[in-house]
């Protein structure tokens, strides 16, 4: 997969996503739930972001300092989309990452 996908996030999605219901998995319904929360309304903007970054973003500060001209976004305007994105499409979502009541669970939660 490294050279078909590489860092594109979106390619990746749309390469494992079909994979999913390929084995049921040894937890019944653990599957079914991750599924039900990868559906979110955000996990486009997420991949988007991802997708980017993996693209050429990462590179961005060192084309800064080799005063390259840029054509990416920087980092922290993928992100930025990307929280806005969380904001105005899924305020529980929002809450519940922002929340630091949260910095400690397992990730089962």
Known sequence: ??????????KTDQTARPL???YP???????DD???RCGRPVLPAAL????????????????VLTGTT???EAPQTLWGEMTTA??????????????TDN??????G
């Open 1 to 10: 997969m490294r050279d078909s996908v590489g860092h594109e996030a979106l």
């Open 20 to 22: 999913l219901d390929t």
């Open 25 to 31: 998995g040894t937890t019944p319904g653990l599957l």
């Open 34 to 36: 991750m599924k039900r």
């Open 48 to 63: 988007e972001a991802l997708d980017k970054f993996g693209d050429g973003g990462r590179f961005h500060y060192l084309d």
């Open 70 to 72: 840029l054509t990416d």
């Open 86 to 99: 969380v904001a105005v499409r899924d305020a529980a979502m929002l809450a519940d990452i922002s929340s």
């Open 103 to 108: 910095y400690e669970r397992d990730g089962d």
